[in-house]
């Protein structure tokens, strides 16, 4: 039978993973035994977001959170969706459980990511409808055309206040569908890596702020 130590552990892995898996192994490397079933990890998630506590406390009724402090939630949340809900439980000095609890089961409120999307230009359609008609002229002309590529990505770490979509999140009963525009060349630093047909290439990193060639 796991300890409450061990029961408040996979909690809080659950809670940053998000993944009953994940959350095995950790306990199956941290405690270096068998880890708890996935029906286990989940009971001991719904109990800890309905009562704030893993303890077993038989009998125990069920935290009711008054229709007051549902208000106050509801009213910061409509004032400032992109609000953590760690942020609003300081500010209303309530339990972070209570705010979530409260904004999925009472409000009925999702958290939505911001997407990120580069800036469009006036003439960027016409260079891409350009660029696509000449690839499919090429590949006709030659059917071996497409062997010859290299496909790259980056990941780009901003010094500018670019935000973290994976840490933003928009409280709201649909999705928003917000997104923030950035201009390509604001102060970062690239990492690159490509992929051909045979091999990978890289990582490489770039102080600059744009990427030609490499």
Same mark, same amino acid.
């Given at each position: ?12 892995? #659950? ?61 910061? #949340? ?20 209570? $705010? ?28 891409? *409808? ?6 499919? @002229? ?18 780009? *770490? ?11 999140? $928009? ?37 600059? @702020? @744009? $990427?030609?060639?490499?």
């Amino acid at each position: 039978m796991a300890t409450v130590q061990e029961k408040a552990m996979c909690v809080l892995w #659950f809670f940053e993973a998000k993944s009953v898996i994940t959350t095995q192994r950790r306990f199956r490397t941290t405690y270096k035994k068998d880890p708890p079933s996935d029906n286990s990890i989940r009971r001991w998630l719904t109990q800890f977001q309905e009562t704030g506590s893993v303890l077993h406390r038989k009998g125990a009724a069920r935290p009711s959170t008054s229709q007051e402090n549902v208000d106050r939630i509801q009213e910061t #949340f409509t004032r400032s969706p992109r609000k953590s809900t760690r942020q609003a439980a300081v500010q209303l000095h309530m339990p972070h459980t209570t $705010i979530w609890n409260v904004l999925h089961n009472r409000l009925h409120l999702n958290a939505y990511k911001m997407q990120i999307v580069q800036a469009l230009h006036p003439n960027d359609k016409q260079r891409r *409808f350009e660029f696509a008609e000449q690839i499919l @002229t090429r590949i006709e002309d030659d059917e071996n055309y497409l062997r010859k590529w290299f496909f790259s990505d980056e990941s780009t *770490f901003h010094v500018s206040g670019k935000v973290n979509k994976h840490n933003c999140r $928009i409280w709201g009963s649909e999705n928003p569908h917000d997104y923030r525009e950035l201009e390509r060349d604001s102060p970062k630093v690239n990492v690159c890596c490509t992929l051909s047909h045979t091999e990978v290439i890289g990582p490489f990193f770039f102080a600059e @702020t @744009t $990427i030609n060639s490499f």
